[in-house]
């Protein structure tokens, strides 16, 4: 069981949040009496979550950084990354939310292809490099496309392009040009 489990709190706090924070989008500021002392303060409200933030001056001057606005009716629909944190307060270690503009997550790179993908990529950037009068060429050498070539041969891409490579350099039966061919 967990502090925030047995005293829950109506308000967002550190703990409601994930390691490496949330990223959510801002609906609203509006002012609430919070504290013993019923003290009006800003909460900003979000739209995946429940609970508002009550906003201290800190988290105040993060939203006029991250919005270029000071006037907080401009804040709705703004996205916004909160976070939990240790801060000093008082002179003692407290957790604490904070709020900071949605760091950009890095992409994760397509996969490599593979198999008959693969041999097409490859296939595609020797081609490019090819001459006109090179490219003609390529369906009379291989007696068809590249990929009739390694299912006739059993071979991989590279020895097809290798063998290409090598038969450009011989003079061929027929010099007549033919037409562009794709991989299959």
């Given at each position: 069981?967990?502090?925030?489990?047995?005293?829950?709190?109506?308000?967002?706090?550190?703990?409601d949040?994930?390691?490496?924070?949330?990223?959510?989008?801002?609906?609203?500021?509006?002012?609430?009496?919070v504290?013993?002392?019923?003290?009006?303060?800003?909460?900003?409200?979000?739209?995946?979550?429940?609970?508002?933030?009550?906003l201290?001056?800190?988290?105040?001057?993060?939203m006029?950084?991250?919005?270029?606005?000071?006037?907080?009716?401009?804040?709705?629909?703004?996205?916004?990354?909160?976070?939990?944190?240790?801060?000093?307060?008082?002179?003692?270690?407290v957790d604490?939310?904070r709020?900071?503009?949605?760091?950009?997550?890095?992409?994760?790179?397509?996969?490599?292809?593979?198999?008959?993908?693969?041999?097409?990529?490859?296939?595609?950037?020797?081609?490019?490099?090819?001459?006109?009068?090179?490219?003609?060429?390529?369906?009379?050498?291989?007696?068809?496309?590249?990929?009739?070539?390694?299912?006739?041969?059993?071979?991989?891409?590279?020895?097809?392009?290798?063998?290409?490579?090598?038969?450009?350099?011989?003079?061929l039966?027929?010099?007549?040009?033919?037409?562009?061919?794709?991989?299959?």
């Open positions: 069981m967990k502090e925030h489990d047995v005293y829950p709190s109506q308000w967002l706090v550190a703990s949040f994930p390691e490496g924070g949330q990223i959510v989008t801002v609906s609203g500021v509006s002012l609430a009496e504290g013993r002392e019923k003290e009006s303060k800003p909460v900003l409200s979000f739209q995946e979550l429940d609970k508002g933030l009550i201290n001056k800190t988290n105040w001057r993060n006029v950084c991250i919005t270029k606005s000071d006037e907080s009716d401009e804040w709705t629909g703004v996205k916004v990354e909160l976070y939990g944190t240790k801060v000093q307060f008082g002179g003692e270690e604490a939310v709020i900071r503009a949605p760091r950009i997550k890095p992409a994760t790179a397509a996969p490599a292809p593979t198999g008959a993908d693969a041999a097409k990529v490859k296939w595609g950037e020797f081609y490019r490099t090819l001459k006109p009068d090179q490219a003609a060429k390529v369906t009379a050498i291989l007696g068809g496309a590249p990929s009739a070539w390694l299912a006739k041969t059993g071979k991989s891409i590279e020895a097809c392009i290798g063998f290409v490579k090598a038969a450009l350099e011989m003079p039966e027929s010099d007549e040009p033919k037409d562009e061919i794709p991989f299959d």
